[in-house]
């Protein structure tokens, strides 16, 4: 048993900015096992679905593991030298701003310092950003505005002391599901905490909402401005602290008082008593803290609305306390971490400032380097533009998609193409971006690299690997290192292991500090490879002391919460925190043409662009397709049915996407979620839609609110399919693919209806020859159902209807995996439904243990009347916990049916 728990390795989650604590296990046959950290500060051995499911993900099935250079491999000298030499003429002939970097919040911190580091002081140009400009930028422009600096004044255990928690576009179930789960147990302990969504969707996280506030897309602005001006008129202002630690409280109280509370609730869609019921529970409550996301970030007005929920807490003292302040959660691993190293295109490293001369002066003499950007370089919207029009010629992209997660991402596509010279950086040998560079380079994934990530409460966690690099691939920051040393930087860049790069970034940060900058760990300036590999999750600042904290463990136990600005101290030259005057302001995107506002974002089992989710099985029965949400009012309007295929389209493209009818939706907006890729279907990228309209503030893209027509397709005939191998089923109009435990399973629709089945289904599966073929054939009644065995194995079956095809996903995916020796059981399967003894489980609820949404009705019917009791009965929402607000609802309606 101990040996067992020695060869685990202390490691942390890939996906969200939670930061959670995994511990990986490589059993002696090679298998990978993960579990949950009970000792790590951010969940305590919680873990969700998709950290749950980390193991299916790391395969080397579709792994880039060697240099290439135009489609050829190559060896790493050759593809290294090239890069370097064409960087290094292109700056010679055209100046250091012809050349950019895009990377990426998965970066570890190590890997991102020395990107920075390369072009900010050594090429002498600022072009670097990173996808956290689609993510973060507006949080960190409003955290700027208010506090002079880049800074999350909380920490998690905020949310658990809190009396009321307000989430603001933040989808918390889903997308911080670790988070979600501590609030949910919290409140289980402490009943009178109160919790409020704001966000036009009822999401799942509405389940533990307390009140959902179902605002008009951009209200936000609108409903914290009316809150600033309620709290003045209500006299809940705080205000000693205003007195003491702030400026510019009066024009910000005016400026939010332009609308009553008449205008607000016009300018909200919300009624003056929600408002008012809202109002005087903030005003009533001191323990309050505003969680906010992308619903606030990524919005034409997301600095506004970071400022107007800041103002709130800076004019009710609400800030830095126990279970009170603003919390900015961070969407990716390292988006914090991209943040101290000054990832984006505005700062620089160590929280400091392009624009400020002596900031750039300390940058270069502590780098010792050549140059240093003068001035900020182009954000990602504009980089892309500048790569379109030629006056960026080389670019280089690091672990992000941008031709499936950039605003009007088939532009980006065209732009890249017409690019001279693309480097991209992957774990995958294919996605929509690498298709298109000419040098590939193999990076090392989750597993196999060793770095530090930071987490949402500025919390410093070790990546460990476990794994072998396998083929060729290589760390990120030794592959940028080896690029500097041969543009001539051999001594700045001549790191022997990221512990090296990690000491280097903490001596910066405390380099001429002395309390000037808040991002200080100084403390770990003088870390060695083995105090680095014993690194202990600690949370920052960690100002270099007295007695060094390292080495020898630093802040390891204890885990005492740091937080800021209690006691004022914000790192403006007077030290006070600024108000800022925000008058609301609606706008009007829809038109005659595009009448509906389409919202994007994500869905529970699936990380951006699929490149790792998509490879779990598990992860991708839950929903296996690309959709969009209308409300049924809506649907009615435009002619959608419930599970028909709809194009929905914007003045710059169009997807193909089931229809998913639901009163969930906001009339007048649609909701699609952001993950689907050529890779994965034939029309789903949906940033192909969306629109370079950014914040004026920050630059971030509005990927939340673009104007959009929905229509039905009026497809012909419909397919379901189930197969070992992966299809490609290129002659459907519509196809989605998903992996499924033994194999894979695509939806399907045809715009034509004449077409040879037996012929397609045969190109689907890969038919062997001699296999058993079934089939059924109604040409009336347009039903087809044909299935391949190979011996006693299920090799595909494809079912075909004139409608959306009714058989059942998770019984036909199971026939893959089923031995098919008797005939009566083949034949059920071209019959189209489950044999006698089979339950159909229906859509996969929980993940981690298989359940779906019919065994849990059908539990609910035999007498369990609560979450856990189907716990208890079917273990169902027991392991990671992230289905539990979906098993909430079906029992709820279940018994809503019985009582009717
Ligand atoms: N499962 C999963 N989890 C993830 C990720 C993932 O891909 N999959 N990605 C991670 C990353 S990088 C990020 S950034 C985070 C994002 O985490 P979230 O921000 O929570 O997720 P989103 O779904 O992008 O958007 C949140 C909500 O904003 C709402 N919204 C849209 N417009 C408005 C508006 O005008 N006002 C308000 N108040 N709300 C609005 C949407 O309806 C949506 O429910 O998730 C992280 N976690
Ligand atoms: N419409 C719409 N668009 C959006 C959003 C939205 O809500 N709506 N959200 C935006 C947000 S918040 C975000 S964060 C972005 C995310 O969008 P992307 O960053 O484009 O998405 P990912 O799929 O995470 O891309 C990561 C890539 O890095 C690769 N990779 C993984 N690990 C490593 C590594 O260690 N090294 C290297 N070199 N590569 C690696 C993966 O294979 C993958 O190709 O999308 C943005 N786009
Ligand atoms: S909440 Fe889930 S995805 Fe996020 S870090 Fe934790 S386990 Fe990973
Ligand atoms: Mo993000």
Known sequence: MEIDEAREVRTTCPYCGVGCGVLAKVAADGEVSVRGDPSHPANFGRLCSKGSALAETIDLDGRLLHPEIHGRRAGWDEALDLVASTFSQTIAEHGPDAVAFYVSGQLLTEDYYVANKLMKGFVGSANIDTNSRLCMASSVAGHRRAFGSDTVPGTYEDLELADLIVLV???????????????????????????????????MTADIADMHLAIAPDGDVALFTGLLAYLGRHNALDRAYITAHTTGFGQALFAASVLDLAGVAAATGLSEDELDRFYSLFAATSKTVTVYSQGVNQSSSGTDKVNAIINCHLATGRIGSPGAGPFSVTGQPNAMGGREVGGMANMLAAHMEIENPEHRDRMQRFWTAPAIAERPGLKAVEMFQAVADGRIKALWIMATNPVDSMPDADAVEAAIKACPFVVVS????????????????????????????????RRISRQRAFLDLPGEARPDWQVVAEVGKRMGFAEAFSYASPSEVFAEHAALSGFENDGARDFDIGA??????????????????????????????????????IRFFADGNFYTPDRKARFIAIRPAVETRTSLDYPLILNTGRIRDHWHTMTRTGKSPRLSQHIAEPFVEIHPADAQRFGIGDADIARVSSPRGDVLVRALVTARQR??????????????????????????????????PALKHVAARIEKFAAKAFGFAVMRQRPTPD?????????????????????????????????????PPGAEILAYHDRDAGQHRIAAFDGDHLSGALFVAPGPVAVSRGWAAEQLNAD??????????????PGGV?????????????????????????GCASVEAIGAALHA?????????????????????AAE
């Open 169 to 203: 576009g933040s989808n918390l179930a889903w997308c911080h599901p670790v988070l979600y789960q501590r609030i949910a147990a919290a409140r289980e302990k402490r009943p009178e905490m109160k919790v409020v969504l704001v966000d036009p969707r009822r999401t």
């Open 838 to 862: 089979d339950v159909d489980r229906g859509a996969i609820v929980c993940s981690c243990f298989g359940v779906g949404a019919n065994q849990i009705a059908q539990a609910v019917r035999g």
């Open 820 to 833: 098919h020796v008797d005939r009566r059981g083949r034949l059920a399967i071209v019959a189209g439904r």
């Open 524 to 561: 770990y300036a003088g870390v060695d490879a083995e105090g680095y590999e014993e690194l202990a999750p600690f949370q920052w600042p960690a100002p270099s002391p007295v007695t060094p904290l390292w080495p020898k463990g630093g802040r390891t136990t204890g885990h005492q919460p």
């Open 731 to 767: 002659t459907a109009t519509y196809w989605a693919v998903a992996k499924c435990k033994g194999g894979w399973r695509v939806e399907l629709a045809f715009a034509d209806d004449d077409i040879d089945w037996a012929g397609f289904a045969g190109a689907l599966f890969g038919t």
């Open 877 to 897: 929402g027991t392991n990671c916990g992230s289905c539990r607000a979906e098993i909430r609802i079906i029992v709820d309606a279940q018994i809503l049916q």
């Open 426 to 457: 992957d774990v995958l040998a294919r996605t929509d971006t690498v298709r298109h560079a000419h040098i590939r380079l193999p990076a090392a994934a989750w597993g196999e690299k060793d770095g530090t990530v930071t987490n949402s409460e």
């Open 667 to 700: 009339q007048g907006s649609l909701f699609a979620p952001m993950h689907w890729t050529d890779q994965f279907a034939a029309k789903g990228r949906l940033d192909a839609l969306t629109a370079p309209l950014t914040d004026p503030v920050s630059g971030q």
